[in-house]
């Protein structure tokens, strides 16, 4: 797995971060979450603190759950990491100390010394796998937003059709091609967005604007065209998804 990093090294505490992930996979009944410490990419590369299972998720297509995992330190240096699911207000959570399971000092030294030496190699990883959680968080908000039944009555048969097929399609490749370069990632989220862009802005503006466009974070998805408006990941809460919350 590729780590999602929430609290960086040298943070000064107490302190605590959140982020909101969601499944791989519909229906999926729960998720992992591991717990990690260490400076580089890859998981397999880091230092594995704890992990648990937060199960009881709500059934949905995978993408639309919203589960928020919190890492909260406190002066001693303990560690509470929790995850809840926003939907059934499952949660679950675990306590990592600071006394066992650690990394040494001089660990700790040489794994920001491979950090360094391996730098280029992590950030492609890393920009590999933001491309392509940008583009599997479009299609599946694009493709949730169409199928919006407060939207019925606004969109085209047709124009639904084109979006949803346009969806599923980039859905299967991406099914396909979990290796798959960055820019190749990135051709295929700029191909959706031609499809659908045109259909969104027309469905935006009959609506009058941002407000009331169920389905819509901050009005469009991605953001008007021109309007510096957040991208999916950024601004639509269901960022990254969850095999390993790391």
Sequence with gaps: GIMTTLIPRNTTIPTKKAETFSTYADNQPGVLIQVFEGERAKTRDNNILG???????????????????????????????????????????????????????????????????????????????????????YAFNMKSTVEDEKLKDKIADTDKTIITDKCNTVIS??????????????????????????????????????????????GMPGGMPGAGGPTPDAGSGSGPTIEEVD
């Design 173 to 218: 490749w991406l099914d396909a091609n979990q290796m798959a370069e960055k820019d190749e990632y990135e051709y295929q989220r700029k191909e959706l967005e031609k499809v659908c862009m045109p259909i969104v802005t027309k469905l935006y503006q009959g609506a009058g604007g941002a407000e009331g466009m169920p389905g819509m974070p901050g």
């Design 51 to 137: 992990k648990f299972e937060l199960s009881g998720v709500a059934p949905a297509p995978r993408g639309v759950p919203q589960i928020e995992v919190t890492f909260d330190v406190d002066s001693n240096g303990i560690m509470n990491v929790s995850a809840a699911d926003k939907a059934s207000g499952k949660t679950q959570k675990i306590t990592i100390t600071n006394d066992k399971g650690r990394l040494s000092k001089e660990e700790i030294e040489r794994m920001v010394q491979d950090a360094e030496k391996y730098k280029n190699e992590d950030e492609s990883q890393r920009d590999r796998i933001s491309a392509k959680n940008a583009l599997e968080s």
